[in-house]
Structure formats: structure tokens, C-alpha cells
């Protein structure tokens, strides 16, 4: 079956706008979970969305936010972009049963970079 | 406060040596997760094993092996007879067993596979 999808692959923006990512689960996975990723600060968890709602947050400010949709599509946005913003950002999904941490399938990832 | 440590931020060995990829964790939390991902070029991350820390049998996979050991609080990942092809980022990551947990990861140990 098909594996996680990102898009877009690659995205150059400058300081002060804002950038819409967007992530496709494995069918049937109704888990999205996003990270952050620099050379830096290495993978850093954002948030996770199960079922539309938002299941839990890392410590990122307001301004990265997300949604998923019905069909377990999720997007997330970043407003008032910084330079620090730069990043590798990856999608994950997974099945998500009472097994609480299921394998998850990381997609290709977004590369952002904030000029 | 939980952390993963990898303490190896770059490893190079020549084609068919073993590797020992080490991570140490720290939690307060009794029952945990940990994991091992590989980040190949391409950048998906992939998964190779999550460990409950109820069970610390060793385990096997082909030339992959974990040592878990709860009294050292590791979880060591070797490579035996390495490979070109396992040229990648590995991560070491820790997650509670609670809903709200997050999954915390290691900086990642870069390790080369010379020919």
C-alpha cells in the first residue's frame, strides 16, 4: 500500500509569511503526528491528531499550528515565519489501537527554508 | 524530566566490521517505550524496533541487534557485519505508556560504512 505522501517536497519563503504543509496517512492509519527537524535541536515533536482532534502538543509557540481532516489528512501551518523556522518537517502516521504506541510510518518530509 | 542520549555523533567503520550504536535514556516513569529509527539519505525515517521496558529480553534481527538493560538505563543497537547500505542517521527515542506522553528522541548518531 501506499506510504506516507508530503507535500510539498521542498518550499522557500521569506521571514514574515506564512507556510501551509500538507500530509497523507497510509490508508486506514488514523494517527498524524508532525516533527521538527535541525541540524540543531534535532527531531523535535510538534503535535498528534487522532480522529480530527488534537491529542497532544510539544513545546512549540502558537504560531506552528495544525488540523486533520475527516479523511486523516493533516496540514499544518506555521505563521509569521522566522529564520529559525528553517527545518526538515516530517509527517508520521500510524494505526493507533489500544497498543498505545504503534509503529509509526514517517513520510518523506517537507524541507523548509526561510530566507 | 525524560532525555535520550547518543552520545556517538559520528561513527565511521569499514564494510563488515560490527558497530555498536549506544543510547542511554532517562525517565521517572516505571513503564516506557524505547525505539530505534533509521534515516537513510533519502530522509524518511524508518522504524526497526520498539521495546517495552517490561521485557528485557535481547533481541535479534538478522545482523540488527538491541541490548536492553534497565539497571544502566540503555538500550545499545549493533550492527553486525555492516553493510554499505546501513550508511544512515540513527535515533534512539523513549515514550511514557501514557496517552499524553510525547516521544522524545535522541541527537542521532550518523554512521558511516567506508567499502
Known amino acids: 500500500k501506499a506510504g506516507v505522501t508530503q507535500t510539498p517536497r521542498y518550499l522557500i519563503k521569506t521571514r514574515g509569511q506564512q507556510v501551509t504543509l500538507s500530509c497523507s496517512p497510509i490508508?486506514?492509519?488514523?494517527?498524524v503526528s508532525w516533527y521538527q527537524q535541525t541540524p540543531g535541536q534535532g527531531l523535535q515533536f510538534l503535535f498528534e491528531?487522532?480522529?480530527?482532534?488534537?491529542?497532544n502538543k510539544g513545546n512549540f509557540p502558537g504560531r506552528f499550528s495544525g488540523r486533520q481532516f475527516s479523511n486523516s489528512r493533516s496540514e499544518m501551518n506555521v505563521s509569521t515565519l522566522e529564520l529559525g523556522d528553517s527545518a526538515l518537517y516530517l509527517c508520521?502516521?500510524?494505526?493507533?489501537?489500544?497498543?498505545?504506541?504503534?509503529?509509526?510510518?514517517f513520510g518523506p518530509g517537507t524541507r523548509l527554508t526561510v530566507l | 524530566a525524560q532525555k535520550v542520549t547518543q552520545a556517538q555523533t559520528e561513527i565511521s567503520v569499514v564494510e563488515k566490521e560490527d558497530v555498536t550504536l549506544d543510547c542511554v535514556y532517562e525517565?521517572?516513569?516505571?513503564?516506557?517505550?524505547l525505539f530505534w529509527y533509521k534515516q537513510p539519505p533519502s530522509g524518511e525515517l524508518v522504524f526497526l524496533i520498539r521495546?517495552?521496558?517490561?521485557?528485557?529480553q535481547n533481541e535479534i534481527s538478522g545482523r540488527y541487534s538491541w541490548n536492553f538493560q534497565k539497571s544502566t538505563s540503555s538500550f545499545n543497537f549493533t550492527i553486525t557485519a555492516s553493510q554499505v547500505v546501513d550508511s544512515a542517521v540513527y535515533f534512539c527515542?523513549?515514550?511514557?505508556?501514557?496517552?499524553?506522553?510525547?516521544?522524545?528522541f535522541g541527537k542521532g548518531t550518523r554512521l558511516h560504512i567506508l567499502p
Open positions: 508520521a502516521s500510524s494505526f493507533r489501537t489500544s497498543d498505545y504506541y504503534n509503529e509509526q510510518f
Open positions: 490508508s486506514g492509519h488514523r494517527s
Open positions: 491528531y487522532f480522529s480530527e482532534t488534537q491529542r
Open positions: 525517565t521517572r516513569d516505571t513503564t516506557y517505550y
Open positions: 521495546r517495552n521496558s517490561f521485557d528485557e
Open positions: 527515542a523513549l515514550s511514557g505508556m501514557n496517552r499524553d506522553d510525547k516521544i522524545i
